[in-house]
């Protein structure tokens, strides 16, 4: 007796299933030519896209050349995009470079247009770090910066990317500049006051000293014999000093007396340095309001320097020592962003992103013929219920 259970028919979902697994199949194979021709159409207008839309992008390398290190860098990359949106707020920019400015002000422009080349990469850093210890990246160094720029045309983009490249050098400069002459300015107001009450209580104590002396000498007028004692060296401050023979005293307060004027003749000479500073400066702080590019400004200043110093006399080596240090950091300030950032060869230019337009183009031709296709299949079917 067979006791195994009668077959179960199919259900009419799954016949219903069947049919359209079977029908779509059919369909697609019936209108693979037509799909093929819509992306192949696609594929062209995506082409065509790229042609008419795609943009070109530049590169450039920046040998550094000592110009930048990575705490200078970790500052510049916050600092110079303030800079940026400042001089586009204060119409300070070509009109034809207001865009690039305009991108150049945002911070995410940095992070995707101007990648560091270090020394060591993460790989070595990793290495490196379980060989001779943590400190290893005290050594990191930023060899180079790759700077990119994009643009309709290749004119455009060039344009741009030598903008930038420029941007980055005069900015940097503009930046340790103001911080350089911030620094002077609080020197010349913190050292003016302190210097003056220096000076003052110099002064004063001289007066003291002086009439000291005279008390002295007087009474060694009056006490001629004391003055026959053996000498022995003392310090006028001691307590014991106005014990020790006349003369003795007379000798150690004529050296602190000399010593004061000294001091003094320092302090004077400070005040003339705080008077050339405060000179210089009265001419170059207002350039850092209109002169932005800080190659320029280094320029500039130096010219300052060199009118300030015709007028100094040539005898006059304290006053002339001044302005020579005014003048190291200038030309240092030049060599870093001028040699230590160099350009040593032309920006490449390639039009990126027909990949994208290609698979776009093609994708979209391909899902319109497919949406168009199904769309005229339902309503046939809808068509041939109806009748």
């Known amino acids: 007796m067979n006791t195994n259970p009668p077959p179960l028919a199919a259900s009419p979902q799954q016949d219903q299933m069947e049919i359209s697994l079977l029908d779509v199949m059919h369909f697609l194979s019936g209108a693979a030519k037509k799909l093929l021709i819509a992306a192949i159409v696609g594929a062209i207008v995506g082409l065509s896209g790229w042609l008419l839309l795609g943009k070109y992008t530049a590169e450039l390398k920046l040998n550094n050349n000592g110009g930048i290190d990575l705490v200078a860098w970790r500052n510049l990359q916050k600092t110079l995009p303030n800079l940026a949106a400042q001089m586009v707020d204060g119409n300070t920019v070509p009109a034809d470079q207001i865009n690039i400015y305009r991108q150049m002000s945002e911070e995410s422009w940095w992070k995707e247009n101007l990648n560091p080349v270090y020394s060591i990469n993460k790989n070595d850093l990793k290495e490196m770090v379980g060989q001779v210890g943590s400190d290893v990246t005290a050594n990191n160094q930023i060899l180079n910066f790759v700077v990119k720029a994009s643009g309709d045309s290749q004119e455009s983009a060039l344009a741009n990317i030598m903008c930038a490249s420029n941007f980055i050098k005069g900015g940097a400069s503009y930046i340790t500049l103001q911080n350089w002459l911030t620094s002077l300015q609080m ?25 000291r002396l005279s008390t002295l000498e007087s009474l060694l007028k009056r006490f001629p014999a004391d003055a026959k004692l053996a000498q022995q060296v003392v310090d006028p401050k001691d307590s014991g000093a106005k014990y020790m023979p006349l003369s003795t005293q007379i000798v150690a307060l004529n050296t ?60 006059d080596l304290k006053g002339a020592n001044y302005l020579n240090n005014l003048r190291v950091t200038l030309l240092a300030n030049q060599a870093q962003f001028t040699i230590g950032l160099m350009q040593n060869s032309e920006p490449t230019v390639k039009k990126a992103g027909l990949l994208k337009f290609l698979f776009g183009g093609l994708l979209a031709g391909f899902l319109l013929m497919l949406l168009a296709l199904g769309g005229q299949r339902v309503w046939v079917g809808i068509k041939g219920a109806a009748a």
């Open 187 to 211: 020197e010349m107001l913190g050292s003016d006051a302190e210097v003056q009450k220096k000076i003052s209580a110099t002064k004063i104590e001289l007066q003291y000293q002086d009439h």
């Open 256 to 315: 602190d007396i000399a010593n004061n004027k000294e001091a003094l003749e320092r302090l004077n000479d400070r005040m003339l340095q705080i008077l050339v500073l405060k000179d210089f400066l009265q001419q170059a702080l207002p350039l850092l309001k209109t002169q932005f590019d800080g190659i320029v400004l280094n320029d500039q200043l130096l010219d300052i320097e060199a009118a300030m110093r015709a007028k100094v006399d040539s005898q």
